[in-house]
């Protein structure tokens, strides 16, 4: 059991608060820079693809986790970012100007939509994200001259100073870059939570009375909150177009916002690092179950190929058993899991009994 | 001059007039006591002061500045604190956090400095952290400081709302029934942080309490209301003991009636 001797406030303000878990994020940054030497092509991309998944989901926790505002309508944000930054990039900005300033675009759009949205909360406020999400669908469609329309446009490939980061050509400059760009984020996002901002945040999910009675702007905090969710969302949609090289409007259906939902519910509510885990679940499971299949065909001549939606079926197998027994998310569980080695052998059964609690993200007023 | 004045308010939920010419002034440093049977709208005038009900009629004036045009959220700013009847804290963080919470009319930066955490946010925070420890220190939460509010029981969670409201740093501290559910020793403690606060911080304080011997110990002067109505104010004996306050508490006896 490891006892923390605090000598000094900044202990509690810093990011970590020993030097041992520095070390460890030390570790495990090194081996993601070094990752692209250890695996093949196919392993690195769906690596990609898992960071990119992580940075929409930390784009999204802003919202549900810490502010507890349901969204259904994040895909609309994915297609903002990418079709912003696609038609930037057409217009001849290079990608160094492009990105960022198809994440602001991005939210500044969500933060406009967020004045009228946020007066409502719960069902209601996932109710409107879904129709903003459904009329962001059709304006995609209709603008034809920059999105392409129903046929869709090729991302331009990636050029800085002259390097090539793209996403056929170089893939692990791309995988560099993008884990670049995940690691900023999670920097300045675990700055936002340990500042007064990230507080307000946290303070208008827990109790909105008591936050206007405390001197807090609730409209202003959480349209300020959704709209650096949809500013990172549409980081993760520029990327997630890059990364898909050809797209149109189909790739961001209800589907992507509902799995995005899923990302952050599975998780962990309300932890950075959930969105991690909850995007290596959602885009290592149906590796896993095809990777099984083939090797249930493979092996025992059992062909569950033909099966229809089983990929759907197991899915949302693992999302209901989460949410009957593990409200927290899988950061919630591995967090019980340590307190369970770190005062070992003095755990009790009912330890966090009390603690589990939903978050109140349906509230009345 | 009196620190908060309120003249004539009153709220109509439609036909009903939960509080109907309520006037009383609180002088700085003093301790105010409003007392009356349940549903007699004391609780409404803390909602009305703290700008969450709208008020039909009437002004209400702290400092000198009539507040009854402002935004709820404007109310902290100007020194104003409160706690509510039923615990409004933010559950899912540490006490700590809560009370740091407190501290947010205090900031100076904005989220882009935020998210850069530049050395000015450190700073501020450091000095934060200061101001709650005072507060963690004169209502003794340190055991209580890292545990999630969540896991609290009822008295500690009591208490921690009395912390956030004075991290706040105010001038006014509305307290609603900050002795509701807790033990006599518990609301022997709340009597004495109230005169401390009275003495040491020389804070003022407004607030609603059914205890009577907590009524009695540290308020200076009491106010009696029923049915939205003021009865009676006062020093606590002289409110007591008047005709109208006893025959709101208890009803008028059959033989007095005729």
Known sequence: ????????????????????????????????????????????AEATNTLIWALAGMGLMVAVGHTGQVS???????????YADSALMNAGLPFLLSFPIAGLITGIFGAIIAIPAVRMSGIYLAIATLAVFVIVEEMVIMLEPITGGV??????????????????????????LILGVVALVAWGYA?????????SFLAVRDSEVSARALGINVTRTKSLAFGLSTGVTGLAGALMGHYIGFYNYELFSIFISINLLLVVTIGGLGFIQGAFLGAILITAVPQAIAIARDGLNANFGIDL???????????????????????TGLYG??????????????????????QKSYLKTERMK | MSLLDVNDLAVHFGGVKAVDGVSFSVDPGE????????????????????????PTRGTIRFDGQDITGLKAHDIAQLGIARTFQNIELFDHSTVLANLLMGRHTHKSTNFVQDILFLPKVRREEREHRHRVEEVIEFLELEAYRNKMIAGLPYGVRKVVEIGRALALGPKLILLDEPASGLSVEETQDVAYWIEDMRRDMGLTVLMVEHDMSLV??????????????PLAMGTPQEVQAHPDVQAAYLGTAVGDAA
Request: charged share 20%; glycine share 10%.
């Open chain 1, 1 to 44: 059991m490891r006892i923390v001797f605090k000598k000094s406030y900044d202990r509690d303000i810093d990011l970590h608060e020993h030097g041992w878990s520095r070390a460890k994020i030390a570790v495990l940054a090194g081996i993601m820079i070094v990752l692209p030497f250890l695996v093949g092509e196919y392993y690195l």
């Open chain 1, 72 to 82: 259904l309508g994040h895909a609309a944000f994915l297609a903002i970012g990418a």
């Open chain 1, 151 to 176: 046929g869709g446009i090729m991302a331009p490939s990636i050029q800085i100073f002259g390097i090539s980061f793209d996403r056929y050509g170089a893939l692990q400059n791309f995988y560099w």
């Open chain 1, 191 to 199: 700055n936002l939570m340990r500042s007064p901002t990230g507080r």
């Open chain 1, 305 to 327: 190929g033909s099966v229809p939606g089983l990929d759907t079926m197991i899915f949302a197998v693992i999302l209901i058993l989460f949410i009957i027994f593990e409200p």
């Open chain 1, 333 to 354: 569980r591995w967090l019980k899991i340590r307190v369970w080695f770190e005062i070992f052998p003095l755990a009790r059964r009912d330890m966090f009994r009390r």
């Open chain 2, 31 to 54: 301790v105010f006591a409003i007392i009356g049977p349940n549903g007699a709208g004391k609780s409404t005038i803390f909602n009305l002061i703290s700008r969450i009900y709208e």
């Open chain 2, 216 to 229: 009695n110990q540290v308020s200076d002067r009491v106010l009696a209301v029923a049915n939205g109505k």
